[in-house]
């Protein structure tokens, strides 16, 4: 059996549940891979597959913490922040930019 697909079978709840928070605090995949004791070389291969659930856990976790932050950001516009208004300013342009990139590249 392969490095690849016994890290596909022994991935349990916890380890994914594991991923979704270190994703959710910055660490990229070769952290989390160190992280949980797995083949650095395998664990990347399954990471770079979008519909792997390893993938999914990641994703899930970098999306939580964007939430975080938006509404963080949303409260301190709320407040009258200036920089919360630019940071708002400047994201909605960079999710602009990606729109487009996707509409143009057939992105998905």
Known sequence: MSTIAR???????????LIEEL???NYGPTDISFKL???????????????????????????EIEITKRQKINEDIEKGGITAIQMHDKRAEE????????????FE
Do not use: V
């Open 95 to 106: 999710q602009r930019f990606e729109d487009i990139k996707r509409e143009i590249f057939s």
């Open 23 to 25: 994703a959710s605090q």
């Open 7 to 17: 890290i596909k079978e022994s991935l349990t709840g916890e380890d994914l549940e």
């Open 37 to 63: 004791n797995y083949d650095k070389r395998s664990f990347l291969h399954i990471w770079r597959d979008p519909k792997s659930q390893l993938r999914e856990a990641y994703e899930r976790g970098r999306m």
